[in-house]
């Protein structure tokens, strides 16, 4: 399935987010002088903290944009070396997938929350399932799992996404790896802004359940 307006690779995704440059592009965004001034990060963080995810395994970390609003212990990952050096030099505690499993982080049961976001749109529904059932095992029951994509303007805007995901979409995935999802919800603005504003991002909480672990 591709979004709105065109088609995309999973595969050839994978490849670019995976690349220094991919990694460059995120620092630049982030960087930009207007968004520093304006501190436009601010409302995006606060929706992250009014979750309550407690310690947070942040999945697709990228360069730690997110990890600023968790908790102390939160721990970002990402496939992305370049994004998780860059996150680490700044201040960020990060790993590669390959380098958290081998560390004593890696515990299950670990977590109190999982962060997903502007992920499950560069993967296609099979692997995103997957990845989401990677981590699932660190989380402790009744854990919260939060996931966050772009809505049609900011899908469109990056070509490396591969699936646009809606808010039915995000609780179809929740509910097919086994977790309870809420009500899903457009951030900053009502759902008919997403076509305009490209920071418009569709939000699902979801839990754990107890039972499931």
Known sequence: M??????????????????????ERLRRKQDATWKRVLNVQ?????????????????????IG????????GSLGVDT???????????????????????SQLARPASFDGMLLAHVIEHLDAEDGAGLVRRYLPYLR?????????????????????????DGAALAELATGV????????????PRAAGKLFIYNEFCLLARLPAEAT
């Open 178 to 189: 086994g977790l309870v999802p809420d009500v899903p919800f457009s951030f900053p603005f």
């Open 65 to 72: 944009r997110n990890l600023s609003a968790l908790p102390t």
């Open 80 to 102: 992305n070396a370049h994004s998780v050096a860059t996150a680490r030099a700044r201040g960020f505690d990060a790993m590669t997938p390959d380098e958290f499993e081998a």
């Open 2 to 23: 591709s979004g709105p307006g065109r088609e995309g690779s999973a595969a050839d995704a994978s490849s670019a987010t995976a690349s220094a440059d991919y990694a």
């Open 42 to 62: 601010a409302p995006y963080r606060w929706n992250v903290r009014r979750q309550q995810l407690g310690r947070t395994l942040d999945v697709g970390c990228g």
């Open 141 to 165: 029951p009744d854990a919260k799992v939060f996931f966050v994509c772009p809505q049609e303007r900011g899908y469109a805007s990056d070509p490396t996404h591969v699936r646009f995901v």
